[in-house]
């Protein structure tokens, strides 16, 4: 009897010791995640040619969002107004209704609208190319906009290019009446960046689009534009006989350069857009009054 109080006593003390000794904490849950998703796969693969089908997945490696689709992603050339993008699970489902156009390559760049769902990691700038045809066009463009009175440079400025196919309107009258053929928005730093690009002369404009249907059709939209026609620009890849490596040996007592003949440093050409806003040359009428019995009053706008 005596030994089952000591042991009941032994243990309660022991308890007690233990709750004291016990400091509890908040567990950690790790680092923040800071890293956006990655693609895993893409049906078709990305830079597929001889492109036929109607769908097109891709999968990513964890769940996503999709934010602002109407401003952000962006289908070069723009003839796809049909196009369905949305969700499903870890990857976004593209269905073209529409026609393609053979031998073209086309571009859906969804600029900041993929994002990971729990910490809003954004993707930037994620491109899926494709060819209607047996090559990938692979030109590039790139440019800067700034304001043309202070030289600040403008940030979200869609800076277009222009393709002379039209066979009713002249190419300096196409940013008022239809959209262009290829669209890129400028960063922070008022820069722009084109890709896959087709081998013709282009006329390159910009506008701060006030009512998102990217065509000059405001009077208070901004505008800027190059006085002349643009072309992409592109590297050579370098011939195997220019990279064959150099006969001299680690014995020999001069140490060889790296031979770099056949190698060109990639120079895509930069265009400097001065982005301004147009006087509003629109005449008005301002008022509309009878002056005598046998006049009237017409007062415009100087």
């Known amino acids: 009897m005596i030994r089952s109080k000591c042991s ?4 309660f ?5 233990l709750c004291r000794c016990a400091n509890p904490v908040t567990p950690e849950g790790g680092p923040k995640d800071i890293t956006p998703p990655k693609v ?3 049906d078709p693969p990305l830079l597929t040619t001889h492109f036929h089908k109607k769908d097109i997945r ?8 999709l934010k602002d689709q109407n401003n952000q992603i962006n289908i070069a050339p723009p003839k796809l107004p049909h196009t369905d993008i949305r969700l499903r699970g870890k990857s976004i489902l593209i269905k073209l209704a529409d026609t393609l156009k053979s031998n073209t390559t086309y571009s859906i760049n969804f600029g900041d609208a993929i994002s990971d769902l729990t910490e809003n990691n954004v993707l930037h700038d994620f491109t899926y190319t494709f060819s209607t045809g047996s090559y990938i066009d692979s030109l590039s463009l790139s440019g800067r906009i ?3 009175f202070d030289q600040v440079p403008q940030k979200d400025v869609v800076a277009m290019l222009y393709i002379n196919e039209n066979d009713t309107l002249p190419l300096d009258s196409l940013p008022l009446h239809v959209k262009p053929y290829y669209m890129a928005k400028t960063n922070e730093t008022g820069e722009f960046t084109f ?6 002369p282009l006329m390159l404009f910009a506008l701060k689009d006030m009512n998102g249907d990217n065509i000059f059709n405001l009077p208070n939209e901004k505008v800027a534009f190059c006085d002349s026609l643009v072309k992409g620009n592109y590297v050579k890849p370098p011939s195997p006989e220019s990279l064959k490596k150099d006969s001299i040996t680690k014995s020999d ?7 770099t003949a056949g190698i060109k440093k990639q120079t895509t050409p930069a265009y400097t857009l001065l982005l301004f806003e147009e006087s509003d040359s629109l005449q008005k009428i301002l008022k509309a009054d009878m002056v005598n019995e046998s006049q009237v009053g017409i007062f415009y706008r100087f």
Request: hydrophobic share 45%; charged share 20%; net charge neutral.
């Open 58 to 65: 891709i999968t990513f490696n964890e769940y996503i969002q």
């Open 8 to 11: 009941f006593l032994y243990g």
């Open 40 to 42: 895993a796969e893409c």
């Open 195 to 200: 890709r896959n690009l087709r081998d013709v």
């Open 146 to 148: 700034i304001n043309a």
């Open 253 to 259: 007592t001069l140490i060889p350069k790296k031979d």
């Open 13 to 17: 003390f022991f308890l007690i010791f």
